[in-house]
């Protein structure tokens, strides 16, 4: 079974511009969970979409949004780029539903703002 | 003060030692916990999945859960050099849906 894809691995913008990442989870995985990696803060949580619906977000400004399409695949899309956006940027897949699950990450997409 | 603490290391052993990795938290609420491994630049590879208190065992990996003192540990048997990389604990709550909560990360290195 193919993992969680994340494209693109790479992106370089300038600080003012917007950017959308993608998340394809793994088959049979209907929700989505987006994370943020810096050095300074590691690993904090931006939201989560199941069934094309937000169930749960994050401490992060209206800048940072996200949707999700009926085949489970997930976008997130943050606009007025800052400087410190530069991270790396995980989604993380799992089955969803009632009850807590096992989640998967993908390889990221690493965002560098300049 | 951070809902989980985790000691970032660096922590560096010899080939074939024990190597105890450990994260404490205050959010009592917290039932599910996780260990990842993160080599560079990759994304974190789920090690470990326990839910309460109690032990988990799986291969060379030991994970225990003591709720009564918000103290979680991942022991790793017979390290090699491909186990060099940083362990993240991560911690949920029912109340919480899928959103996990991520110590810093402690880097461990084992020399060969």
């Keep these: ?114 | 003060q951070k809902e989980v603490e985790q000691d970032p290391g660096p922590l560096s052993v010899p080939e074939g030692a024990i190597v105890s990795l450990n994260c404490t938290y205050s959010n009592s609420a917290f039932q599910y916990f996780m260990w990842y491994r993160q080599y560079s630049r990759k994304g974190p590879e789920l090690l470990m999945y326990t839910y309460s208190s109690g032990n988990k065992e799986d291969g060379r990996f030991t994970a225990q859960v003591d709720k009564s003192s918000k103290y979680i540990s991942l022991f790793i048997r017979d390290s090699q050099p491909s186990d060099s990389a940083t362990y993240l604990c991560a911690m949920s709550a029912l109340e919480y849906g899928n959103k996990l909560v991520f110590g810093a990360g402690t880097i461990l290195r084992v020399k060969s």
Aim: net charge positive; charged share 15%; proline share 4%.
């Design chain 1, 1 to 114: 079974k193919a993992g969680v894809t994340q494209t693109p691995r790479y992106l370089i913008k300038t600080r003012g511009q917007q950017v959308t990442l993608s998340c394809s989870p793994i088959s049979g995985h209907r929700s989505v969970s987006w994370y943020q990696q810096t050095p300074g803060q590691g690993l904090q949580f931006l939201f989560e979409y199941f069934s094309e619906t937000q169930r749960n977000k994050g401490n992060f400004p209206g800048r940072f949004s996200g949707r999700q399409f009926s085949n489970s695949r997930s976008e997130m899309n943050v606009s007025t780029l800052e400087l410190g956006d530069s991270a790396l940027y995980l989604c993380a897949s799992s089955l969803g539903g009632a009850g807590h699950y096992e989640q998967y990450f993908g390889p990221g997409t690493r965002l560098t703002v300049t």
